[in-house]
T-cell receptor, first 113, second 119 residues
């Protein structure tokens, strides 16, 4: 069984400030971990993924995430928030092979000018 | 990159009618596709796994007679919401597994979603 928990359904940051979105996972096998972004009324766009290679994963739009097995975490960060980063972010886990993906409940990021 | 297309993007129908949503992988063959449902301000819930040429595997609690899934080819899966009711109104998203070979290998791609409103 696998699951992810996203801490904080809403996060507000000032433009230019650090973005930190938290995700903890639970998996009975070595997991694949993902972060997706969703803009209103649109599908999902993959930001980055961890597939058991490097623990620090760099994604698109300046985002990165670090896989920490000891903490069962995969937090998403970006050094400097931009207005265009305002969206909903989903952490997700799969048992590998891009099969059944389980999503977290999402974190809505608000960027304040 | 590889693209998954859903059609229609928006659909409004009357209660009791059936609605079909298509999910196509445009430049790769997808042996497996997944259908998700997203309620307003909530996460995505996996409804079923669709395998080309075989019956879909439904998640617990999902009515297979209500949500008919057909994966007739390696590039097309369809979700039909039968006898739709207002509680079926939701955002439906499909994803496709890029398989084990080719340009899309090892990737999972999502469609743009289809918003269903049942009056």
């Amino acid at each position: 069984a696998q699951s992810v928990t996203q801490l904080g359904s809403h996060v507000s940051v000032s433009e230019g400030a650090l973005v930190l979105l938290r995700c903890n996972y639970s998996s009975s096998v070595p997991p694949y971990l993902f972060w997706y972004v969703q803009y209103p009324n649109q599908g999902l766009q993959l930001l980055l993924k961890y597939t058991s290679a490097a623990t620090l994963v760099k994604g698109i739009n300046g985002f990165e995430a670090e896989f920490k097995k000891s903490e069962t975490s995969f937090h998403l960060t970006k050094p400097s928030a931009h207005m265009s980063d305002a969206a909903e972010y989903f952490c997700a886990v799969s048992p590998g092979g891009y099969q059944k993906v389980t999503f977290g409940t999402g974190t809505k990021l608000q960027v304040i000018p | 990159g590889a693209v998954v297309s859903q059609h229609p993007s928006w659909v409004i129908c009357k209660s009791g009618t059936s609605v079909k949503i298509e999910c196509r992988s445009l430049d790769f063959q997808a042996t497996t596709m997944f259908w998700y449902r997203q309620f307003p301000k909530q996460s995505l819930m996996l409804m079923a796994t669709s395998n080309e040429g075989s019956k879909a595997t439904y998640e617990q609690g999902v009515e297979k007679d209500k949500f008919l899934i057909n994966h007739a080819s390696l590039t097309l899966s369809t979700l039909t919401v039968t006898s739709a009711h207002p509680e079926d109104s939701s955002f439906y998203i499909c994803s496709a597994n890029g398989g084990t070979s080719g340009r899309a290998a090892g990737e999972l791609f999502f469609g743009e979603g289809s918003r269903l409103t049942v009056l």
